[in-house]
């Protein structure tokens, strides 16, 4: 950033201080906490910890030499614990506002005049009972099926959405 064409007014050390902050707490805090709460269900639910083994053996039947990165991030429960993971384990419970500075936002009978911030937080979206059935349970079963992976895939915010998505996600 020090070093980019940003304006130098947007390079102070203030504004350095902020980005570095954010950069190490957004690579460190939000990955540990969704590992706190997979570790956590997945050493108290034997069966998620049994069928995640033997998945995992599939591809890895050599516990001393290391499972191809390619083989493992197609493992669908492996994936699925790790989706159920993020999204009770909360990187940013804070509200993210947005606004539209020149337009009308239309959503259902409301109309948001330009430049009001709305926004959400993941926790109520994750928590949301007609989206997640049972949301305080850890229930990797619910992102197996590829079709219903699919429909959830749109109120997983744990990353948040468009244009303001995590860099990171990957």
Same mark, same amino acid.
Request: with cysteine; glycine share 4%.
């Given at each position: 950033? !020090?070093?980019?064409?940003?304006?130098?007014?947007?390079?102070?050390?203030? #504004?350095?201080?902020?980005? %570095?902050? =954010?950069?190490? @707490?957004?690579?460190?805090?939000?990955?540990?906490?969704?590992?706190?709460?997979?570790? !956590?269900?997945?050493?108290?639910?034997?069966?998620?910890?049994?069928?995640? #083994?033997?998945?995992?053996? %599939?591809? =890895?039947?050599? @516990?001393?030499?290391?499972?191809?990165?390619?083989?493992?991030?197609?493992?669908?429960?492996?994936?699925?614990?790790?989706?159920?993971?993020?999204?009770?384990?909360?990187?940013?419970?804070?509200?993210?506002?947005?606004?539209?500075?020149?337009?009308?936002?239309?959503?259902?009978?409301?109309?948001?005049?330009?430049?009001?911030?709305?926004?959400?937080?993941?926790?109520?979206?994750?928590?949301?009972?007609?989206?997640?059935?049972?949301?305080?349970?850890?229930?990797?079963?619910?992102?197996?099926?590829?079709?219903?992976?699919?429909?959830?895939?749109?109120?997983?915010?744990?990353?948040?959405?468009?244009?303001?998505?995590?860099?990171?996600?990957?």
């Amino acid at each position: 950033m !020090y070093s980019s064409e940003l304006p130098q007014s947007e390079k102070s050390p203030y #504004r350095m201080r902020c980005e %570095a902050i =954010q950069f190490v @707490s957004a690579g460190t805090d939000t990955v540990s906490n969704s590992m706190h709460m997979l570790t !956590y269900h997945v050493v108290e639910q034997p069966h998620i910890l049994q069928r995640l #083994r033997d998945e995992i053996r %599939a591809v =890895q039947p050599d @516990s001393s030499q290391p499972a191809p990165l390619r083989k493992l991030e197609q493992l669908p429960y492996l994936t699925s614990v790790i989706l159920e993971a993020l999204r009770l384990g909360y990187g940013v419970s804070t509200r993210s506002p947005r606004s539209a500075p020149d337009r009308v936002i239309k959503y259902k009978d409301w109309e948001i005049p330009p430049g009001t911030p709305v926004g959400m937080t993941p926790v109520l979206m994750h928590q949301n009972e007609e989206k997640f059935p049972e949301p305080e349970k850890f229930n990797p079963e619910r992102w197996v099926d590829p079709a219903e992976r699919q429909r959830l895939d749109k109120y997983m915010v744990a990353f948040s959405k468009g244009t303001r998505q995590c860099a990171g996600i990957k």
